[in-house]
């Protein structure tokens, strides 16, 4: 079965950085885009960044120049590299897969970044 398991996440000050993990499994990682979505709280969630199978990279406008999304396809595991955080960050931060017919149905537990000072 699909399973993504976040982490990384915590309390940083604004200006900080931080780095999330994903470690996915149940199918075959490197045949698939991967992305990064967050969802604030009272708000929907949103595509952050994506990776394509051979490493090509899209970003959300609002993290453009801050976040840095990578994978390892030999780990199985796709990152998300934040940097110049702002409290507008502040998200439960998830992955899945990126494909035209939308994400997978599970989700997995996501990770918690709160932006603060």
């Known amino acids: 079965q699909v399973q993504f398991v976040e982490s990384g996440g915590g309390l940083v000050q604004p200006g900080g950085s931080l780095r999330l993990s994903c470690a996915a499994s149940?199918?075959?990682?490197?045949?698939?885009?991967m992305s990064w979505h967050r969802q604030a709280p009272g708000k929907e969630r949103e595509l952050v960044a994506s990776?394509?199978?051979?490493?090509?990279?899209n970003y959300a406008d609002s993290v453009k120049g801050r976040f840095t999304i990578s994978r390892d396809n030999a780990k199985n595991t796709v990152y998300l590299q934040m940097n110049a955080l702002k409290p507008e960050d502040t998200a439960v931060y998830y992955c899945?897969?990126?494909?035209?017919?939308?994400?997978?149905?599970?989700w997995g537990q996501g990770t918690q970044v709160t932006v603060s000072s």
């Open positions: 899945n897969v990126d494909r035209r017919s939308g994400p997978f149905a599970y």
């Open positions: 149940g199918f075959t990682f490197s045949w698939y885009a």
């Open positions: 990776i394509t199978m051979v490493g090509g990279t």
